[in-house]
């Protein structure tokens, strides 16, 4: 497209070491979005605590909410929709969190089967109230995980793709490049990283512990394009020339 295009080959397994602290000194320059905004469900009069004050008919309607909810994780996605717009109404306060864990494991399902529909509508179908909810599926771990573990190479690649790089790359870069290498060169032993955990996790970190623990290279290959894309953007971004 005209952008000079960094080539990984130029920048040692050590070299992104020396640039750590540039980078967290221009992160702010980069516009990455801050997917922690927004995180919990919103604060004002929409989200009530549950009291006495609510009527037993509506405490009984939470509660088969929630049991259908963590008893059946093969949910239809016309069925999830209805759960989802009756649980907008009616499910407030302390309840959330229980309805939190029980959605993410249909969506965790959902990325260990492929189920492509049901994935895009938690991250894009989900009623206004719970937009946190479809940012906290998208970047959290566990759902990627889910979907290397069941070979889930379309899903593993749309989440990728739709994460920012500080989710996706995390800020460790030496070991972002270090799986680069694994993933481009067949003879590279796929073998353990010593992540450093001062850095945080990653998208990147947590498709390779499944690759290593699989014994799966396709798993890594499947987002390295993602991978040198991230960090080509990323270095072109605070001026880092080959």
């Avoid at 004002?44 to 509506?58: F, H, L, M, V």
């Avoid at 990147?204 to 390295?224: F, G, Q, Y």
Wanted: hydrophobic share 40%; net charge negative; proline share 2%.
């Amino acid at each position: 497209m005209g952008s000079k295009k960094i080539g990984t080959e130029k920048l040692s397994y050590g070299s992104c070491t020396r640039i750590r602290v540039l980078i967290f000194l221009v992160w702010d320059k980069l516009k990455v979005v801050n997917f922690y905004n927004g995180w919990f469900p919103p604060t004002d009069g929409r989200r009530q605590k549950i009291t006495e004050k609510n009527s037993p008919s509506e405490r009984q309607n939470t509660m088969k909410s929630e049991q259908s909810f963590s008893t059946d994780n093969d949910i239809s996605l016309e069925n999830l929709r209805a759960h989802f717009e009756e649980a907008a109404k009616s499910l407030r306060g302390a309840a959330l969190g229980q309805f939190q864990r029980n959605a993410k494991q249909v969506f965790c399902q959902a990325c260990y089967e492929g189920d492509i529909e049901k994935i895009m509508y938690f991250l894009e179908g989900l009623p206004t109230y719970f937009d946190w909810l479809s940012r906290d599926c998208l970047n959290d771990y566990k759902g990627i995980s889910w979907a290397c573990f069941g070979k889930q190479f379309d899903v593993i690649q749309l989440l990728a793709l739709r994460q920012g790089p500080d989710v996706f790359l995390g800020f460790d870069f030496d070991v972002a490049l270090e799986v680069l290498h694994q993933a481009r060169d067949e003879h590279a032993p796929l073998q353990h990283i010593a992540f450093d955990e001062w850095h945080g996790r990653s998208t990147v970190e947590a498709v390779h512990k499944v690759a290593v623990r699989e014994n799966d290279r396709r798993l890594i290959v499947s987002i390295a394009d993602v991978i040198e894309e991230n960090l080509d953007r990323l270095f072109e971004q605070i001026g880092v020339s080959g």
